[in-house]
């Protein structure tokens, strides 16, 4: 099954308003990344987190990271039409092979202007 | 103007045919991946590259092979031997192998086999 796995599957809010999305994973990591990616297009680096740290923040986007929990969460503040994509957290756990991530299934996040 | 291509970006074939997908990336980067994508899933790891004449297979790798003769380029076979080969490909790079990097993505190249 896949390491981890993001919650909820669809997410659609109103332009203005926050999104929040969530990621659990199984086994301990080392690195947790998150990734955007638009409709038929490839993925975009957002966020790099280490399993040291708790939150890190990027413009609009704040992740935090609970290692006891094992789970992740992106905000988005403030969202814009512009910011409909699915997101994906990907995982590297400290037994995977190098840079062998393991990606969730995927948040669709659509922002309605 | 760095950054990774992959062609085609659309690509019909028959069933039976191998088939290769093409990627490219000028950003001098070691470590190269092959990722599959299905309708409303994740990404899959296919194969990965740590370095020029070196790869390891991912959790699907069964039907598909690749090369990596130059630091650029990391070609995808998709043999007639996978069952079900229609899919979204994506290709990425990362400066080094390991997940402290981030990874860079192609546009990706959508394959029908029909």
């Known amino acids: 099954s896949q390491q981890g796995e993001e919650d909820p599957q669809a997410l659609s809010i109103q332009e203005g308003e926050n999104a929040t999305m969530n990621c659990s994973y199984k086994?301990?990591?080392?690195?947790l990344q998150w990734y955007r990616q638009n409709s038929g297009r490839g993925l975009v680096h957002l966020i790099l987190?280490?399993?040291?740290?708790r939150e890190k923040h990027s413009g609009r986007l704040r992740v935090t990271l609970d290692t006891s929990k094992k789970s992740s969460s992106l905000l988005i503040t403030a969202s814009r039409a512009a910011d409909t994509a699915s997101y994906f957290c990907?995982?590297?756990?400290?037994?995977?092979?190098?840079?062998?991530?393991?990606f969730g299934q995927g948040t669709i996040l659509t922002v309605h202007p | 103007d760095g950054g990774i291509t992959q062609s085609p970006k659309y690509l019909f074939r028959k069933e039976g045919q191998n088939v290769t997908l093409s990627c490219e990336q000028n950003?001098?980067?070691?470590?190269m991946y092959w990722y599959r994508q299905d309708p409303g899933q994740g990404l899959r790891l296919i194969y990965y590259?740590?370095?020029?004449?070196?790869?390891q297979k991912g959790d699907i790798a069964e039907g598909y092979s690749v090369s990596r003769e130059k630091k650029e380029s990391f070609p995808l076979t998709v043999t007639s031997a996978q069952k079900n080969p229609t899919a979204f490909y994506l290709c990425?790079?990362?400066?080094?192998?390991?997940?402290?990097?981030?990874?860079?993505f192609g546009p990706g190249t959508r394959l029908t086999v029909t």
């Open positions: 990425a790079s990362s400066l080094l192998a390991g997940g402290a990097y981030e990874q860079y």
């Open positions: 086994t301990s990591i080392n690195n």
């Open positions: 987190i280490r399993s040291n740290e």
């Open positions: 990907a995982t590297d756990p400290p037994e995977s092979s190098y840079g062998k991530l393991t």
């Open positions: 950003l001098n980067h070691d470590a």
């Open positions: 590259s740590q370095i020029v004449n070196d790869f």
